[in-house]
Every structure is written in structure tokens, then in C-alpha cells.
């Protein structure tokens, strides 16, 4: 289950001293392989010696542009916040349904990206944006650190609660 926040708070993740990365989604799905390279470009830049979590990050970064790109009317939005200990991966649509994990299935070509994207990410949820649509969060711990913990009212695993 992916997590239904009714309000983001603040987290250490996105504390001061992390780098930052906004850019558009267009309703393109030929502009995902964009978005990936400048997200690796900027992982890069990030984690100079390599942190071990990138490839995770790109996948993520991808799945999560294509369910924007595929599953809404407008373009997305793409935010990376990166420091040491992992990376937050936010895109915003404008599409109020909340995105459900489908169980994969021999017969259809889709459905698999929210089931990776809750098998790579320490956490994942949905914030409501108030105007209609909403954003999908992404934490990716990086490797060698240990999994960051979430700070408190924040999902340590999809669709579990902590105090």
C-alpha cells in the first residue's frame, strides 16, 4: 500500500546542505531518457566517490515520470533532493487519483513501476497539493550509509505509520 499523507512536514532529509534538482516533465514519453540523464548528471555531481544508490534513484526517477506521462493530462514535475545519507525523488502531477500498485501479470506490458518503486524506496508516499493533484515522495537511502530513518510521522515502510 502506498501511504496517503494528508500533510507533508518538513523531514531531516530535506534539511539545509542538500542539493537540489527541479525540472518539468513533459507529456512526452520520449523526454523520460532527458530526465534521466540530467538526474544522473546530477547524482554525479552529488556523490562524486559514488554512493551506490543511483542506478536505484534512475529507476525510480523513471518510473515514476511515466506513470505522469502515461496516466495524466499535463506535464509533472520532477524534484531530487540529495545529500549523504540518500535521496527524496518528488513528482507532482495534476491528477488527483492516487496511484495503486498493480500486481504484475504475464499478459500486460504495464503495472510493474509501483511495485519496484515500493521494493527500491525506503518509504513512498502521496501528499494532496491542494489545487487538484498531487505528489508521489520517494526516499532512497544510499548505500554503505545504512537505511536512513524517517523522522517521526513518516512511513518506515510503504503503508506503516510511525509515531
Known sequence: MIHLAPQRRPTRRERPGGRRLDLT???DPREIVRLRAAARCFLQR???AG????????LVVTELAANVVSHTDG???LV???CAEGTDVRVADSSRRVPRPQLPS???ASGRGLV???GISSTVDVTPDGHGGKTVHAWIAARGEGPAAPAAGHAT???????
Open 25 to 27: 516533465i513533459p507529456p
Open 46 to 48: 552529488c556523490h562524486p
Open 51 to 58: 554512493c551506490g544508490h543511483i542506478a536505484d534513484v534512475l
Open 75 to 77: 506535464p509533472g514535475r
Open 80 to 82: 531530487l533532493v540529495s
Open 106 to 108: 504475464a499478459t500486460r
Open 116 to 118: 519496484l518503486v515500493r
Open 157 to 163: 515502510r510503504p503503508g506503516v505509520r510511525e509515531p
